[in-house]
């Protein structure tokens, strides 16, 4: 007996006349009856095949007889699976989801569409306010934020409003409901003396030229990191911002930026171009920021969100998000004399109004400032200053902490003897396997110098190899063992570990792991 068929496959029967017919419900109309489209063929296989594509072409996603009385789960579904998925960026459907599958559904799924009342919302609001987190309970508490209830009730109220565009119901429940209310979150932004102190820990640890770019330009996070080298034309200045990344489920993802507004070009100041065109020449990659370990990766989000903190801390800043280097530049610009259109502009506001509604305190800061003026240009008025503070401890120049480990991909540097240094670099290279190098010096400081420009080349070569423009690897011998290999060639009778280890200014143990391995070598060469 033919297995029957699940819902939403269509059905494959055949004709009298002795060909096969497809037929598939391809939606419903106002009345609720089904609307089908048929195909015919032959055979039954060709059948299938047809009907497939039929439903392919007709973009069938889960036939559902829309109606009144159709319980509330079904049609919050029906809403996000026809009408907002395909709309949504991935990362904006992990949210719509949580709202729909994890809170709305199992809140007042089982209520017939028709007869879900603004009351039973609002109980449903209240109950996910006091008590409707689902994850970290014991550590935030059973309640939701002011700001959680408020977006999993505009994604209600968006598909309640399609409900009534569709004549499944006369009015909207959600409209009206009492919600908490909208708390804007304190904006912080950094002095410039906590701007200097930052930015010299920042180049302490190697991330100087990301956090600058983003004090002087203001990009969002994924845009900063999204961007690549040809984005910038030296020559003119011109940064080219048309892409972002984000992450969803553990992957980066790259994508246009949100509006219009946000595609956008700006001109970087000279001095800011100089320090890019000299960070080039250290990084092999397209991108202008990318990770240290897979170069052919942009920089993680949540990791320069981490840095972002400790490089706060050790700074002696207060602490502020991403965002707020964002609204740090903003400030700085508009207490500095930039126009609200200007900025606008550059920070990719859709409109001014933005702007002004984001930055209304500096605003009003200006204006004070400006009718300030005025009095004193036009009515002469006598303005008191704040006297002189002579009292105050003279500013001593800021020492950066330096990290108490070293950051991944910038070698290794050990003390072998009293005044002997080794620097090792030890990068993954194309062929999957990991090929060292080592430099030596007297001091940690020439160590860390000639380590700095071992890493350039084997950057270089490393690059050179993806990109096809070389294939030789290195042998990945370790230096120590080539040179106790040839100081092995020049002695052939020495037999002492302890002279060798001398001689070469290595460590006894070194030389005992390699020195075995060389004998069974020349033996076999004769």
Not at 11 to 24: A, H, N, Q
Not at 53 to 75: E, F, G, I, N, Y
Request: aromatic share 6%; hydrophobic share 35%; proline share 6%.
């Amino acid at each position: 007996m033919a297995g029957k068929r699940k819902k939403g496959e269509g059905t494959v029967r055949l004709r009298k006349d002795g060909r096969w017919e497809g037929r598939v419900v391809v939606g419903y109309d106002e009345a609720g009856n089904p609307k089908t489209k048929n195909v015919l063929a032959k055979t039954k296989k060709e059948c299938i095949e047809k009907l497939e594509a039929l439903k392919s072409s007709c973009q069938v996603v889960r036939p559902v007889q829309v109606r009144s009385d159709m319980l509330v789960r079904d049609w919050l579904d029906y809403w996000y699976q026809n009408y907002s998925k395909p709309r949504l960026r991935p990362s904006t459907q992990l949210n719509y989801e949580s709202w729909i599958y994890h809170h709305l559904i199992p809140g007042v799924g089982e209520i017939p569409l028709n007869q879900l009342t603004q009351a039973e919302l609002q109980q449903f609001f209240r109950r996910m306010k006091e008590s409707g987190r689902k994850v970290n309970v014991e550590r935030r508490g059973p309640g939701m934020a002011d700001r959680s209830v408020r977006s999993c009730h505009a994604v209600c109220q968006m598909a309640l409003d399609k409900a009534v565009e569709e004549k499944l119901i006369h009015t909207n429940p959600a409209v009206g409901c009492k919600l908490p209310p909208m708390k804007g979150k304190e904006m912080k932004i950094l002095t410039q003396e906590e701007i200097q102190r930052f930015l010299i820990q920042a180049k302490a640890e190697g991330m100087y030229e990301l956090f600058l770019l983003e004090l002087t330009t203001g990009m969002r996070r994924g845009e900063l990191l999204a961007l690549r080298w040809d984005d910038l034309d030296f020559a003119t200045g011109k940064l080219r911002i048309d892409k972002q990344i984000y992450p969803v489920s553990g992957k980066l993802i790259l994508n246009e930026p949100k509006t219009k507004a946000a595609n956008r070009t700006i001109i970087l100041p000279p001095a800011m171009v100089e320090l890019l065109a000299e960070y080039k020449k250290g990084v092999f990659s397209e991108l202008m920021f990318p990770s240290r370990i897979k170069p052919e990766q942009p920089i993680d989000p949540g990791y320069v969100r981490k840095r972002l903190q400790v490089i706060l801390e050790r700074a002696g800043c207060k602490r502020v998000r991403f965002h707020d280097l964002r609204h740090t530049f903003a400030t700085l610009s508009l207490e500095n004399g930039m126009d609200v259109k200007t900025l606008s502009t550059i920070i990719g506001h859709v409109s001014s109004a933005t702007t002004l509604n984001t930055y209304t305190h500096i605003t009003d800061e200006m204006r004070r400032k400006a009718a300030l003026n005025i009095d004193q240009g036009i009515a002469k008025a006598e303005v008191g200053l704040m006297p002189e503070q002579t009292d105050e401890p003279p500013k001593q120049d800021f020492v950066p902490i330096e990290p108490p480990r070293r950051r991944p991909g910038t070698g290794c540097v050990s003390q072998l003897r009293e005044y002997l240094w080794e620097g090792r670099y030890s990068p993954v290279w194309p062929d999957g396997k990991k090929h060292s190098r080592n430099v030596y010096a007297k001091t940690r400081a020439e160590c860390e110098e000639k380590l700095k420009v071992l890493i350039l080349e084997m950057k270089a070569e490393i690059a050179a190899l993806r990109s096809g423009a070389s294939t030789e690897y290195p042998d990945g011998v370790s230096p120590k063992k080539k040179a106790i290999a040839a100081y092995l060639r020049e002695h052939p009778g020495v037999s002492s570990k302890s002279l060798i280890a001398r001689e070469l200014q290595m460590d006894r143990s070194t030389v005992q792991r390699y020195y075995d391995e060389i004998r069974e070598e020349f033996q076999r060469q004769g």
